[in-house]
């Protein structure tokens, strides 16, 4: 079973505040890697995807990727009590089809 | 446009009953997947389907568990003699196509609670 890690958190962050989101993943040959928000009782609703080592960004979100080192995470700038939810980490499995997920980092934004 | 929709949205059953699952993906949609979450527990995948075929059913735990697709949309997941450790919530997703940099997109999932 090739293994998605995450630290479980809580991380609690200042509202106006960036929020770090870490990742790491075993298997060397992942190609694709996202980033799903899931609020309590609800499903993971995709906020990122990244293919390519390096930055990429989206409104307040950056996700960033490091293959050599195995490592993906998530950025939150100017962070709202809204994002407070937990954020899962997914990378593809070795068939490619299927996705392997962390366990998720619950996030807090305090007022 | 619609999402990924399912169907019931909570299920109670007794140990030992059949249920059955629904999920409806987006239009257009030819790769649909079935994951589980349990309490305190990652997403764990089941099965894949492209169009109405399988070619990955690695993830279903038991043989107690099966999953279909028909007309390339609609699929069925369907649990027999329910276990209390089937207790989870089943959640589908779709993507355009096979390939791995399809994004997923998930439904609401399907709460199962067996008593």
């Known amino acids: 079973q090739k293994e998605v890690e995450q630290n479980s958190g809580p991380l609690s962050v200042p509202e106006g505040a960036i929020a770090s989101l870490n990742c790491t993943y075993s298997d060397r040959g992942s190609q694709s890697f996202f980033w799903y928000r899931q609020y309590s009782g609800k499903s993971p609703e995709l906020i990122m995807s990244i293919y390519s080592n390096g930055d990429k960004e989206d409104g307040r979100f950056t996700a960033q990727l490091n293959k050599a080192s195995q490592y993906v995470s998530l950025l939150i700038r100017d962070s709202q009590p809204s994002d407070s939810a937990t954020y899962l980490c997914?990378?593809?499995?070795?068939?490619?089809?299927?996705?392997?997920f962390g366990k998720g980092t619950s996030l807090l934004v305090t007022p | 446009g619609a999402g990924v929709s399912q169907s019931p949205s909570n299920k109670v059953t007794e140990k030992g009953k059949d249920v059955e699952l629904r999920c409806d993906p987006i239009s257009g949609h030819t790769a649909l997947y079935w994951y589980r979450q349990s309490l305190g527990q990652g997403l764990e995948f089941l099965i894949y389907f492209q169009g109405n075929s399988a070619p990955d059913k690695s993830g279903l735990p038991s043989d107690r568990f099966s999953a279909e697709r028909t007309g390339g949309s609609v699929s069925t997941l369907t649990i027999q003699r329910t276990q209390q450790e089937d207790s989870a919530v089943y959640l589908c997703a779709s993507s355009l196509g096979p390939y791995m940099l399809n994004e997923q997109f998930f439904g609401p999932g399907t709460r199962l609670t067996v008593l």
């Open positions: 997914a990378v593809n499995s070795n068939s490619g089809y299927a996705l392997n």
